[in-house]
């Protein structure tokens, strides 16, 4: 066993040991790959002040998050298909999200159910919700997350149309994943990853299995999935979810000062500065260099969240130094999960909530709630 020192160390180990597609599908980009890229780019020109002789003792990166306290101000991004870099992938990484005191968010397109996640967990989750056509099936879902006790609706906004991922093309899994035969046998020399896939129905795509009157195989929820996303959605069908849901609303996606402005008047609680980690629009702007443009756009009015590129905790540092009250990690958690299972989004969590806190001390600050643009060099 590797000795783990970073997030790089996890993503190698996952990169050996999760079947080449499946791992390919979480570390990839649209297209050229550009934008991927320059969301972890970006941050290196990002310098620190490094401060000396302030007292650093009792530090705390306690906060809260659309009202929840969180033990550091980083949340589990919604991930779809995540069953397939762990055998109950889902499960594994909300067990870990909780037992470290942060919130994870359970994809629409997951492999584990809404259920199946309250069954193996005992505090409230949050559910990511993407605006399908089917609004009957809206509202099922929604039912669903109420009945879990989910405590936040993440409403993903940046996928009406889809991006193209060339590797997922060429390995056979696009998105939606068309999975055939020939790709499922591909999988079976590495069981312990088929598992999730290859179990029982409730497993396949457990949000959407049962719900939709169609979908009774894989080959009919890959066309029910691609007919699903809905190119038409508007912010009525945001204010029409809001008042459905009734509870915390989180609008993901923003990238832009205007739809800054429009996530305000819509209500939402909280917005997310994202790109969806490079694997939507290919050639837009990278989330970090958008979050201080929305930042000014937005002041105090909404409670900004911002993800795409983060891969340490100097990272989630500097986003919140730029104006996030939290930020959430996508392919970092994957790579721990994809390595080592619960164990390793575990290790995730805990490099970052270490990286995060000794960098907060070098920069002369105690608590993270007092960490502002100033920790920065303009
Ligand atoms: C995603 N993302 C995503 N977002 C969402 O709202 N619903 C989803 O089902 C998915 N699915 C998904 C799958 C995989 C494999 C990845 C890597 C990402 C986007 C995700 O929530 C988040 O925005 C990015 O992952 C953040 O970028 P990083 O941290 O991965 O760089």
């Known amino acids: 066993m590797p000795v783990i020192t970073n997030i790089e160390d996890l993503r190698v180990l996952a990169q050996k040991r999760v079947p080449r597609m499946f791992y390919d599908y979480a570390d990839s980009g649209s297209w050229t790959e550009s934008t991927y890229r320059a969301n972890s780019d970006d941050f290196a020109p990002i310098k620190f002040r490094q401060r000396v002789a302030v007292n650093m003792e009792n530090r705390t990166l306690q906060t809260t998050m659309v009202g929840e306290p969180v033990t550091m101000p980083v949340a589990l991004a919604p991930t779809g298909l995540t069953g397939m870099q762990h055998a109950d992938g889902e499960i594994l990484a909300a067990r870990a999200a909780e037992k470290f005191g942060v919130p994870f968010t359970l994809s629409t397109m997951s492999i584990c159910s809404i259920e199946d996640i309250a069954a193996h967990t005992t505090k409230p989750f949050w559910f990511q919700m993407y605006v399908l056509k089917d609004r009957n099936f809206i509202v099922r879902l929604i039912e669903r997350a109420k009945a879990a006790n989910c405590s936040a609706l993440v409403l993903t906004l940046d996928l009406q149309v889809l991006g193209q991922r060339h590797k997922d093309i060429k390995n056979g899994l696009s998105a939606p994943p068309r999975l055939t035969l020939p790709n499922i046998l591909n999988m079976m020399t590495k069981p312990r990853w088929c598992l999730g896939m290859l179990g029982t129905k409730r497993r396949h795509f457990g949000n959407i299995v049962g719900h939709a009157e169609s979908v009774t195989d894989m080959s009919s929820l890959s066309s029910w999935t691609a007919q699903q996303f809905d190119p038409a959605l508007s912010w009525n069908d945001v204010e029409w979810i809001k008042k459905l ?36 629009l290919d050639g837009a ?68 909530h270490r990286e995060m806190d000794i960098t907060m001390a070098f920069c002369g600050h105690t608590d993270i709630k007092n960490v502002d643009r100033n920790i920065l060099l303009s």
Not at 247 to 257: Q, R, T
Not at 258 to 270: P, Q
Not at 304 to 326: C, P
Request: charged share 20%.
């Open 285 to 352: 702007p990278s989330s970090i260099s958008m979050l201080p443009i929305i930042k000014d756009a937005v002041g105090d009015r909404i409670e900004i969240h911002m993800d795409s590129g983060i891969r340490s905790g100097q990272d989630a540092l500097k986003a919140i130094a730029l104006g996030a009250k939290g930020v959430y990690i996508g392919r970092a958690f994957l790579y721990g999960l994809g390595a080592l299972g619960e164990q390793g989004v575990t290790k995730c969590l805990e490099l970052i």
């Open 245 to 280: 849901w009734g509870g915390k609303l989180i609008i993901k996606g923003i990238m832009d000062a205007e739809d800054a402005r429009l996530a305000v008047d819509s209500g939402a609680d909280a917005l997310i500065v994202s790109n969806h980690g490079g694997r939507q």
